[in-house]
């Protein structure tokens, strides 16, 4: 059976877990707490040199990293991928958005606020009005799209909205104020009314 090496709080391992419940792909979860350096033993970064996870391992060997890429991976030939060129070019056009101007600044601050020991998060508060404002510029670019549409990619849910509710949906751990995008937070539940939706406390 794949073995998912993910990390439970992190909403990159997260739109993993979901894309796998929601498109039923079986496998066996390993958890590596936050901060516990388990990425960087020699043992995981003969799996993966970028010493991160998500990690994909399967039976022969094989390993696949980056989440986006776990997600196109799971989801091929499921109704999670658009079926027209147009709409799966745009699905990967929102994917990338995602990891280039909203991961770096939603993420990082809930990580800085959430997770981070108080002397750490001290430390790093500096930065915090140049992240959330970043951050909200993503959000606004998500909240212009998405007061026109339902979803991000075509006419349906795709792996373009589980990328971006991923981290947007704990948006609020990082300081960012979700009633200011109300087209947003129609479409965060919207996302998770879908079938076989888990929040991410849950592994399964």
Same mark, same amino acid.
């Given at each position: +059976?794949p073995?998912?090496h993910h +990390?439970?709080?992190?909403g990159?391992?997260?739109?993993? #877990?979901?894309?796998?419940r929601?498109?039923?792909? &079986?496998c066996?979860? @390993? %958890?590596?707490?936050h901060?516990?350096g388990? =990425?960087r033993?020699?043992?995981?970064? /003969? @799996?993966?040199? *970028?010493? #991160? ?8 060997g094989?390993?696949l /990293?980056?989440? %986006?890429?776990?997600?196109w991976y799971?989801?091929e030939? =499921?109704?999670?991928?658009p079926a027209l060129?147009?709409d799966? /070019? @745009?699905c990967l056009?929102?994917m990338?958005?995602e990891?280039y101007?909203? &991961?770096?600044?939603v993420?990082?601050t #809930? *990580?800085? +606020?959430?997770?981070l020991? !108080?002397?750490?998060?001290?430390k ?11 951050g *909200?510029?993503?959000l $606004?670019v +998500?909240?212009?799209?998405?007061a !026109?549409?339902e979803?991000?990619?075509g006419? #349906?849910y795709?792996?373009? %909205?589980?990328?971006?509710? /991923? ?7 990082? $300081?960012?104020?979700?009633?200011k995008?109300?087209a947003?937070s129609?479409?965060l @539940?919207r996302?998770? &009314?879908?079938? $076989?939706h888990?929040?991410?406390?849950e592994s399964?």
């Amino acid at each position: +059976m794949p073995l998912l090496h993910h +990390m439970q709080v992190s909403g990159n391992s997260y739109k993993v #877990r979901l894309c796998a419940r929601q498109v039923g792909f &079986e496998c066996a979860l @390993k %958890d590596y707490p936050h901060d516990s350096g388990l =990425t960087r033993t020699p043992e995981f970064l /003969a @799996k993966n040199p *970028n010493g #991160r996870v998500p990690l994909l391992e399967f039976e022969d060997g094989g390993c696949l /990293a980056e989440s %986006d890429a776990i997600l196109w991976y799971l989801a091929e030939e =499921t109704p999670l991928v658009p079926a027209l060129a147009w709409d799966r /070019a @745009k699905c990967l056009e929102w994917m990338f958005f995602e990891q280039y101007s909203h &991961e770096p600044y939603v993420a990082v601050t #809930r *990580n800085i +606020m959430t997770y981070l020991p !108080k002397e750490e998060r001290a430390k790093r508060a500096h930065a915090l009005p140049d992240l959330i404002a970043r951050g *909200n510029a993503a959000l $606004g670019v +998500m909240e212009t799209h998405l007061a !026109k549409n339902e979803w991000f990619a075509g006419v #349906r849910y795709s792996i373009a %909205d589980i990328a971006l509710y /991923a981290y947007t949906h704990v948006a609020n751990e990082g $300081g960012y104020d979700l009633t200011k995008h109300p087209a947003v937070s129609r479409w965060l @539940k919207r996302v998770a &009314e879908q079938p $076989g939706h888990i929040p991410i406390t849950e592994s399964w």
